[in-house]
């Protein structure tokens, strides 16, 4: 009984470990011009990725958790990762025609990926079964965002504080390079166009990235400030950011919004002039903030004096514009083209 026994074993063990080469045609649904499809055994370069993620986030939770400099060396996931998705063991695609072939072991599953597509996998064991081999991807579902060729009707202006906002996942059925934030915020002090309720939904749409911004805590996103000057306009059905503008606003001694003056080169630097002048202010909490020596002259020269202290390695913001003023300012620069929605 017992050589039977060690008998099946050791055919199971044979057969399940021999090596296979699969052959056929997978293809997507033809309606982007790149039709390849890669084929991957046992999806080994995103589980890799998703590894390296993981200890990435560790690393990251230990750091702050220690109170230590946070530092990942990515070298050793580069290497296994080009390692991995040059070798043809691992991964290949089709060919013009959607063609391919690749050795796997039967115990091993096939991965078949593609661009906007959904993943479909299969046991090699199964695959070798099948004379023709012919399979088709289908696409993803994908939320498509809606389109305004008209011009918008109405324009808010408002003092704005966050409650929350997320992302539209990116879709095959829009723009790759745009990105689309739906926000709600509670309206805290109306500037212009008396929006009448206490809170507002708005879409943000973006598709290039704003310049560099090396200077704590000036953001290039509207969403990382908890107060916001914002400027939203009605479309028929949907609430839009004027894109790229807004303004981070805080509270001043004397109870007025107003957004402190930012160095040159920033994305919403307003330069000063003979006309707007920044006025000294007295928030409530000072904004000031450390900067890396090693921008010192840069620094030095994008924060000119009077409107800024710069003393023992610290940047102190003592200028700025009230929420009033701004909203004069940008109606004669970027809010310029909608200057029939302003009375």
Known sequence: MKKYILFFILTFQVVFSQRALIKGRVQNTGTYSDRTVFVIVNDTINKLRKHNTLLYKTAKANAIKNKIDFKYDNNKFNTDFNQLNNNKDHKTQTDSLGNFEIRANLTDSLFFESYAHITQKYAVADLVKKKNLNLKLKLEPCEVWPEHPEKPTKLYVFVGKK????????????????????????????????????????????????????????????????????????????LIQV?????????????????????????????????????????????????????????????????????????????????????????????????????
């Open 163 to 238: 409650i929350k906002a997320w992302n539209s996942p990116p879709g095959h059925c829009n723009l790759p390079s745009d990105s689309r934030t739906l926000a709600k915020y509670e309206v805290v002090k109306n500037i212009y166009g008396d929006y009448p309720k206490d809170t507002i939904q708005f879409t943000s749409y973006a598709h290039s990235a704003p310049l560099p911004q090396n200077y704590s805590p000036f953001k290039s996103n509207f969403t990382q400030y908890d107060y916001t000057l914002l400027y939203i306009l009605e479309y028929q059905g949907e």
């Open 243 to 343: 894109k790229y503008l807004f303004d981070d606003v805080y509270m001043t001694k004397e109870g007025r919004w107003a957004s402190p003056l930012k160095p040159k080169n920033l994305f919403h630097t307003i330069t000063p002039d003979s006309v707007n002048q920044p006025e000294l202010l007295n928030f409530v909490d000072p904004i000031e903030f450390t900067y890396d020596e090693r921008f010192e002259k840069q620094i030095i020269e994008n924060f000119p004096d009077p409107y800024f202290k710069i003393d023992n390695g610290k940047i102190f913001i003592t200028h700025g514009f009230y929420v009033e003023d701004l909203f004069r300012i940008r109606k004669t620069g970027r809010l310029r083209g909608f200057d029939y929605l302003i009375r």
